[in-house]
């Protein structure tokens, strides 16, 4: 159908330094949108098809290509931006909704950074962490209230509280579930390798577990999501643990979608779903009306696998993000994960992407404020998602009252994702976010592993310094320990909500 | 900065105060004058089945009447007085301090195991955190806690603890950082059976009184030794943890410790950090602690804080340092320094 709009302006000029260049082809060779094209043999450019993924920049001997962001203005105007009319004629064209890849872009403030950390001076002494133990250990799952004990009859007191299955990480953090389909079998290895080395797990997503993550299954947590691609029993005992996935912060309110372009036979085969095929999971469960109906799902999943497993759920950060938290705790699950609006995401409707949901820190602060209220906080642990981007994100994030935090947008750069954006194109020039295997095998499973347990380690020991500063050597005296924060130009409402004093207080 | 001391005797001999003020004021760098503290127990064997009720008022004629009627609510006053004391030239006194001899009303706690002890916690909860003038600094049967503002001497002077005769005695040297003016901020705390004198300063403030608020503990005056003494009473009493078990809950060994343990033991030490990890104290503290049955003396798992236990005869003695121990005891027969995180456990003859 045509429509008047024509040419639209560029978002994205390459341009190419021809007294650089030597013609040696390698970004015709590694631009998978066809940016580049041979002519004769001088090199073509057509900017209009670039994502920004920096693939030839990178690959690039002689630095000689350059990229520019909008370089065609608009009129500027306060209200009609250039994002807000370019949807319309996007929209005008195609009446459809809008689909985008990655985390929110929406410029709002991010409150990590408006949050400072404490120190310890004079009236109590740091903890050096390079001469005394800090304690980065961390169980997930559900902790007595209180403890049992019976007289042996030889006199001796023994406990007889039972502990339900924790994992046990080594450091708070987690690699977040993002599919195998969304991902590359590549990606997928070089995480779970990651994790296996780095003491933690990483999580399925919805797309089953390839047999070619069966040697790593004791560090991947298998969720089940609403359209339960890839779940049978056998997927389910590989599992460390069970999510139910319940809600997603890039997309509260909405179900997955991974597009046909990414369904594989290898995909097909690991989902259980025909080739080709867009696999949308419905918004709800279809066996969940209410929560009365989440605990029989807890259930069966605890009865298929006779209670050996930590079982999680994961719920996107909402309005009534504490009721909602204080509901699933009761349901018999042994950890939350909450997924903050600025979540990731491989493809969502832009509106819901950007303008559904609460950000991660008020949600945690809420949700450990209700459940210490509630007499719940060791029923769950809790799990902080949704934009994590380094060290000091954790660190706020579990003195705000999480347990662990899953990051996974940062491990796809770690890996060396752009954050371009277009994940849901099926063409990621880096081998991530694909399943063309020629695009697959430019990842090499054992150097992105190395890269992703790098960013994990290098986190750890940062966050290690933190806590010695602060004087805290076990990241339980950390947790929701809101004191050792400051909030710095928040306003005083939201202070109230994260339980946070100001800088000065 | 701060000292602490702590003696007992075994059999309920009685020592005057004059002793501990004493041994205190021999600890006089580690505090600034600007706040010191006594608690003794036994010393109200006539009112032995009464809950003294230790109480500031900002102005007694105020104070004093909103106090009375919410004792009548809760109970029987048996007797009150002001507390006698001795004007000194270096205490600046800017409240009163009274005592009450009180028998709760066990009925206002139907189906508690301890409803006498529960219904003074509730007391001593909503008194402190009303903005009524009026403080209860101790709340314990034959238990009392004197503390001001001032030179440990002068404060020992004001109150008269040589009169008093107890089995169980702490004390407090303070070094102020905040609310110097203020009298219930010195050490000790006090909840009915416990006290607590602390010489530290916990990175896990916030974190540990966040945990026991959520158990009806309402903390009012922002100190550990506070937070400290409501988490012995809720571990001990509510929880039914035998004592060494509270304070490795408070003060945990390492997870690399735990996991050398034999089978059992890590099974018990991993459950309580499972289950108390909001509880535990990190950053610097020495805790001296006493009900009416013992004194127990701990230390973070670093011992970033000192803490000297001597024993003679029928005392034990627990100190920030050794010289407060000899200031009472000059032949003192054995003096120890127990590891980091190795508690001191003393219990009074049955």
Redesign the interface.
């Known amino acids: 159908m045509s429509s008047n709009f024509g040419s639209m302006p560029l978002r994205y000029r390459i341009s190419i330094d021809r007294e650089q260049c030597m013609e040696c082809g390698r970004c015709v060779e590694n631009c998978p949108y066809g940016v580049f094209r041979w002519d004769g043999n001088r090199i073509l450019i057509n900017s209009r098809n670039c994502t920004a993924c920096h693939r030839c920049v990178t690959y690039c001997p002689r630095d000689a290509i350059m990229l520019q962001e909008q370089p065609c203005d608009y009129r500027s105007h306060p209200v009609w931006t250039r994002s807000v009319r370019e949807s319309i004629y996007n929209q005008a064209r195609t009446g459809k909704i809008i689909l985008a890849g990655m985390g929110s872009v929406s410029n709002l403030p991010i409150i990590f950074d408006h949050l400072m950390l404490d120190a310890?001076q004079v009236?109590?002494?740091p903890?050096d962490p390079l001469r005394?133990?800090v304690?980065l250990?961390t169980?997930l799952g559900k902790?007595?209230?209180?403890?049992e004990?019976r007289q042996k009859p030889n006199g001796d007191?023994?406990?007889s509280?039972e502990?339900t299955p924790?994992l046990m990480l080594e450091t708070p953090i987690m690699l977040g579930h993002m599919s195998y389909g969304a991902l590359s079998l590549n990606a997928h290895v070089a995480m779970a390798r990651a994790a296996k080395e780095t003491g933690t797990y990483m999580g399925t997503g919805e797309g089953g577990l390839h047999p070619g993550l069966y040697p790593y299954q004791d560090r991947m947590i298998v969720q089940v999501a609403s359209g339960r691609f890839g779940v049978n029993i056998d997927y389910l005992e590989r599992g460390a643990a069970i999510e139910l996935k319940l809600g997603q912060g890039a997309k509260p309110g909405i179900g997955g979608h991974l597009p046909g372009e990414k369904v594989s036979a290898d995909v097909s085969r690991t989902r259980m779903i025909p080739q080709g095929s867009d696999a949308i999971s419905p918004a709800p469960h279809h066996d969940i009306y209410g929560i009365e109906d989440l605990p029989q799902l807890v259930n069966s999943v605890k009865e298929a696998t006779e209670y050996k497993k930590p079982i999680f759920a994961k719920i996107a950060a909402v309005n009534n993000n504490a009721e909602n938290v204080a509901a699933v705790a009761r349901s018999g699950v042994d950890a939350i994960a909450i997924d903050g609006f600025r979540g990731g995401t491989g493809a969502a409707p832009r509106v819901f992407r950007d303008h559904v949901g609460i950000p991660i820190e008020v949600a945690i602060a809420t949700a450990d404020k209700e459940l210490?209220?509630q007499?719940l906080?060791?029923e769950v642990s809790l799990i902080a998602c949704g934009s994590i981007r380094e060290s000091t994100d954790v660190i706020k994030a579990i003195a705000l009252g999480a347990d662990a935090v899953y990051i996974a947008t940062a491990a796809l750069a770690a890996m060396g994702c752009r954050v371009c954006g277009n994940c849901y194109q099926g063409l990621c020039s880096w081998g991530i976010a694909t399943q063309r295997p020629d695009l697959v095998a430019r990842l090499d499973p054992d150097v992105a592993s190395k890269q992703v347990a790098n960013l994990i380690h290098a986190w750890t020991l940062e966050i290690t310094e933190l806590m010695g500063a602060?004087?805290?050597?076990?990241i339980?005296?950390?947790?929701?320990?809101?004191?050792?924060l400051r909030g710095y130009m928040l306003d005083e409402g939201l202070l109230e909500i994260l339980d946070v004093k100001s800088v000065g207080a | 900065m701060c000292g602490i001391f702590g003696v007992m005797d075994k059999r309920r001999q009685m020592m005057d105060g004059s002793g501990i003020r004493e041994a205190l004021s021999m600890m006089n760098e580690r505090g600034s004058g600007e706040g010191a503290g006594y608690v003794a127990y036994g010393i109200y064997p006539d009112y032995r089945d009464c809950y003294a009720l230790h109480v500031f008022f900002d102005k007694a004629c105020e104070s004093k009447a909103v106090v009375d009627a919410t004792l009548e609510q809760w109970g029987t006053i048996e007797c009150d007085e002001a507390i006698p004391t001795c004007d000194q030239p270096n205490l600046k006194a800017n409240c009163t301090p009274w005592r009450y001899f009180f028998r709760p009303d066990a009925s206002l706690a139907p189906g508690s195991a301890s409803p006498e002890k529960d219904v003074v916690t509730n007391l001593v909860m909503q008194i402190n955190a009303g903005a009524n003038g009026a403080e209860i600094v101790s709340s314990g049967k034959n238990v009392g806690v004197f503390k001001a503002s001032g030179w440990p001497e002068d404060v020992a002077d004001y109150y008269r603890i040589e009169d008093y005769e107890g089995y169980i005695w702490l004390a407090h040297n303070r070094y102020a950082t905040s609310n110097p003016d203020l009298w219930e901020r010195p050490d000790p705390f006090n909840l009915h059976d416990w006290s607590v004198v602390e010489n530290g300063k916990t990175t896990t403030y916030g974190a540990n009184r966040r945990y026991v608020e959520s158990f009806g503990y309402n903390c009012s005056t922002g100190t550990d030794s506070e937070v400290i003494a409501y988490l012995i009473d809720l571990l001990t009493r509510k929880h039914g943890l035998e004592i060494d078990l509270a304070i490795r809950a408070l003060a945990p060994s390492y997870w690399d410790e735990i996991d050398r343990m034999p089978e059992a033991e890590q099974k018990l030490n991993r459950a309580l950090r499972f289950a108390y990890g909001s509880a535990t104290m990190n950053g610097p503290f020495t805790v001296v602690a006493a009900n009416p049955d013992m004194m127990i003396g701990f230390t973070d798992r670093g011992k970033l804080r000192p803490m000297v236990v001597g024993e003679c005869g029928d005392r034990l003695y627990i100190a920030s340092e050794e010289t407060a121990i000899r200031a009472m005891e000059p032949c003192v027969e054995s003096i120890t320094r127990p590891a980091a995180g190795e508690p001191v456990i003393g219990r009074v003859a049955p």
């Open positions: 310890c009236t109590t002494p903890t005394e133990p304690e250990r169980y902790k007595p209230s209180k403890l004990f007191v023994e406990l509280t502990l924790n210490r209220k007499g906080r060791n602060a004087g805290i050597n076990s339980e005296s950390l947790r929701g320990n809101r004191d050792r």
